[in-house]
């Protein structure tokens, strides 16, 4: 039986590039480069990448990036786009749960919930966030995006979601926080680039700032800097507080 995120994203290439979350690429990208110093000899992994809007905005900029998802329409789509912009990139398709890279990467990206927090299990998010780290080369680097989990404890989800919504968008609905587990029960009802409606039961783990911190150090990270993540504004001077409901998380090996 097919998961949540593999059926949302099915056939969802065009509504995805559509979607609110997605409109940061250029400005994301431009903090990346400033990470890496701009050093165009270095070998990024984009894991998750959709329909590769990171992967090319920064094979554009002269960057090397092999893309992986697990859904072939988002594939597709990234394939699609980059051959309009004559770029030649590595699109592989994976599960981030079962990677077959080691210490190939200087820089591993997972940004916008790509694949992490969205698993079924602690153990399986887990998984993702050990295979990222094995990609890296010694003395690599993490940069990833992820729920911040004191966000809901302040907040509400719903008003959230819905002020961050346009028409066309998936809609959320019938949404729950469960304290213990730190898990987002909802209901999003989206359409397809077919027409075709969907309703799905999805789950969502957020995380706090001192449970990245230990699983990243029980990796082999020897620092981790978490910050509040803006949407295409990402800022190592945006302290994170409970009004993000992101948080970017930079580790070093």
Not at 115 to 132: H, K, S, V
Not at 150 to 179: R, Y
Request: glycine share 8%.
């Amino acid at each position: 039986m097919k998961q949540w995120y593999e059926e949302l994203f099915e056939n969802y290439g065009m509504k995805y590039d559509n979607e609110c979350f997605t409109q940061g690429t250029i400005g994301e990208c431009d903090f990346i480069e400033k990470e890496i110093k701009y050093d165009k000899s270095l070998r990024i992994l984009d894991i998750g990448c959709g329909t590769g809007r990171h992967a090319i905005e920064l094979t554009k900029r002269g960057y090397t990036v092999v893309g992986i998802d697990l859904s072939d329409s988002q594939l597709e789509r990234a394939r699609e786009k980059a051959s309009m912009d004559n770029l030649h990139i590595h699109f592989q398709k994976h599960d981030a749960r079962d990677l077959p890279f080691l210490h190939e990467f200087d820089l591993a990206i997972m940004l916008c919930e790509g694949g992490f927090t969205l698993m079924e299990t602690d153990e399986m998010n887990y998984q993702i966030l050990r295979n990222a780290a094995n990609a890296l080369k010694p003395k690599g680097k993490l940069i990833f995006t992820t729920l911040n989990a004191l966000f809901p404890l302040f907040h509400s989800v719903k008003d959230f979601l819905d002020a961050n919504t346009k028409e066309g968008n998936a809609q959320c609905g019938s949404i729950s926080f469960d304290l213990m587990t730190f898990r987002e029960h909802n209901i999003v009802h989206a359409e397809d680039d077919l027409g075709n409606k969907k309703e799905l039961h999805c789950n969502e783990r957020y995380y706090t700032p001192s449970e990245i911190t230990w699983l990243l150090k029980t990796l082999g990270f020897k620092t981790t800097d978490i910050y509040g993540a803006k949407l295409g504004a990402f800022c190592r001077d945006d302290r994170l507080s409970t009004e993000d409901f992101e948080m970017l998380v930079i580790a070093g090996k």
